[in-house]
């Protein structure tokens, strides 16, 4: 599988922005899909995960104001993102593995390439 990441942009804090993953190959629909982020001078963090049936798993940060969604028809995984604050500002990365527990824990078996999102106070 193959990931194109797209929707970021600048808002300013309180916006909403959504952000799409559409994937290319046959076997998408087997993938646990996720989004992570990635801060000037910190560390790829883990924003959420979706498994093939629609099970989530969120970061505490985020729980309440993102939701992940997918449609295996499609080919696409979204982020949803509402209530931004100025800590959101990251390049963000969608990504697959086998199964959510793998997403979760990082070992990712495909990364898209990243979108920015800047939030403004």
């Known amino acids: 599988v193959q990931l194109q990441a797209s929707g970021g942009g600048l808002v300013q804090a309180g916006a909403f922005l959504r952000l799409s993953c559409a994937a290319s190959?046959?076997?998408?629909?087997?993938?646990?899909m996720g989004w992570f982020r990635q801060s000037p001078g910190k560390e790829r963090e883990f924003v959420a995960g979706i498994d093939w049936s629609g099970i989530t798993n969120y970061e505490d940060s985020v729980k309440g104001r993102f939701t992940i969604s997918r449609d295996n028809a499609r080919k696409m995984v979204q982020l949803h993102m509402d209530s931004l604050k100025p800590e959101d500002t990251a390049v963000y990365y969608c990504a697959a593995a086998p199964q959510l527990t793998r997403i979760r824990g990082g070992y990712v078996e495909v990364w898209g390439q990243g979108t920015l999102v800047t939030v403004s106070s």
């Open positions: 190959g046959r076997t998408f629909s087997s993938y646990a």
